[in-house]
T-cell receptor, first 115, second 115 residues
Framework: KAGVTQTPRYLIKTRGQQVTLSCSPI?????VSWYQQTPGQGLQFLFE???????NKGNFPGRFSGRQFSNSRSEMNVSTLELGDSALYLC??????????????FGEGSRLTVL | AQKVTQAQTEISVVEKEDVTLDCVYE???????LFWYKQPPSGELVFLIR??????QNEISGRYSWNFQKSTSSFNFTITASQVVDSAVYFC????????????FGSGTRLSIRP
C-alpha cells in the first residue's frame, strides 16, 4: 500500500511569490490534514479537509489556503511568501472507518525555503 | 486553551538503558485524545499510540510503554532496553475528541542512543 506522497520535496522561492504544494493520501483515506513545522514554532496545524470540505482550521493568516479534490488529493497554497514561511510542510491522511486507531499517516514533507 | 509541554529538550543515553520521556498537557475538555509520534531523520512522523481520556490503563507494546495519569495531566513514554534505532525526535500531542485530526503537538524531545 503506497504511503502519503508529497510533491515537491524541496523548493526555493523568493519573497512575494506564491507556492502550491500537493499531497496524495493513502488510497481510501478521505481526511487530509496539513501541518507546518519550523524550528521556532514547532509543529502547527494548518487545516484539515474531508470530502472536499474544510473541516478544521488552525490559526494561520488567509495567505494560507487549501483545497481537496474528489479523489481526496489535496493542495495547499501560500501566497505572498514571507521569510517566516520557510518550513517543512507535512501532510497527513487518515481513515475514518471502523475500527479506527486514530492514526495519522504522514508524508515526508515539502521543505520550502523562502529567500 | 490546549497545551502540551515536553520539558526535556534533549536526552542522551547509552544503548540498553531505559529512558522515560515526560509529557504534561493542559486542556479544559473533559474528553480528548493523547498521542505519541516519532520523527526519525527522514522527516515523516510515525504514529506510536493514541489514548482517549477515559481510558487510563497503561499500555505496553514490546519495549515501549506509556503511563497515563489524568490526576497529574501526564502521559509519559518509556523505552526499555533502548537501541540505536530509537534515536529520533519524539512528540507528545493532544487533540479534542471531536476534532481528532487537529493535533496540538509538544515541542518534542530529541533522543540520542549512543552505542
Amino acid at each position: 500500500k503506497a504511503g502519503v506522497t508529497q510533491t515537491p520535496r524541496y523548493l526555493i522561492k523568493t519573497r512575494g511569490q506564491q507556492v502550491t504544494l500537493s499531497c496524495s493520501p493513502i488510497s481510501g483515506h478521505r481526511s487530509v490534514s496539513w501541518y507546518q513545522q519550523t524550528p521556532g514554532q514547532g509543529l502547527q496545524f494548518l487545516f484539515e479537509y474531508f470530502s472536499e470540505t474544510q473541516r478544521n482550521k488552525g490559526n494561520f493568516p488567509g495567505r494560507f489556503s487549501g483545497r481537496q479534490f474528489s479523489n481526496s488529493r489535496s493542495e495547499m497554497n501560500v501566497s505572498t511568501l514571507e521569510l517566516g514561511d520557510s518550513a517543512l510542510y507535512l501532510c497527513a491522511s487518515s481513515w475514518e472507518g471502523r475500527p479506527n486507531t486514530g492514526e495519522l499517516f504522514f508524508g515526508e514533507g515539502s521543505r520550502l525555503t523562502v529567500l | 486553551a490546549q497545551k502540551v509541554t515536553q520539558a526535556q529538550t534533549e536526552i542522551s543515553v547509552v544503548e540498553k538503558e531505559d529512558v522515560t520521556l515526560d509529557c504534561v498537557y493542559e486542556t479544559r475538555d473533559t474528553t480528548y485524545y493523547l498521542f505519541w509520534y516519532k520523527q526519525p531523520p527522514s522527516g515523516e512522523l510515525v504514529f506510536l499510540i493514541r489514548r482517549n481520556s477515559f481510558d487510563e490503563q497503561n499500555e505496553i507494546s514490546g519495549r515501549y510503554s506509556w503511563n497515563f495519569q489524568k490526576s497529574t495531566s501526564s502521559f509519559n513514554f518509556t523505552i526499555t532496553a533502548s537501541q540505536v534505532v530509537d534515536s529520533a525526535v519524539y512528540f507528545c500531542a493532544l487533540s479534542e475528541y471531536s476534532s481528532a485530526s487537529k493535533i496540538i503537538f509538544g515541542s518534542g524531545t530529541r533522543l540520542s542512543i549512543r552505542p
